[in-house]
């Protein structure tokens, strides 16, 4: 994945791109601490880590690639009663 938006990002500096919007994981770049202890270490520590030093990659590149950008990031959701 983050070779494809460092693709991404320099076609859309040639062509005047003025945005990208890339959706990203909870636990993603500085959402990760929002975690609990346990999904921390599921993250870490399974075939999971994999995907998400990429989607930290991602978040990293976006960031860093001078171009306005928007980086949504899915809640947490449960089937608990909703809250505020």
């Known amino acids: ?14 062509h005047n791109v003025p945005e990208i919007v890339v959706m990203q994981a909870l ?5 990760f601490p929002s975690l609990s ?9 399974t075939y999971m880590k994999h995907s998400y030093d990429d989607h930290d990659l ?8 001078g171009i306005n950008y928007v980086l949504p990031r899915p809640p947490w959701l449960t089937n608990g009663r909703a809250t505020r």
């Open 1 to 14: 994945m983050a070779d494809s938006v460092a693709n991404a990002i320099t076609v859309m500096k040639q």
């Open 27 to 31: 636990a993603v770049g500085d959402s």
């Open 37 to 45: 202890v346990w999904m921390r270490s599921v993250r870490h520590w």
């Open 58 to 65: 991602v978040d990293e590149e976006v960031k860093s690639s």
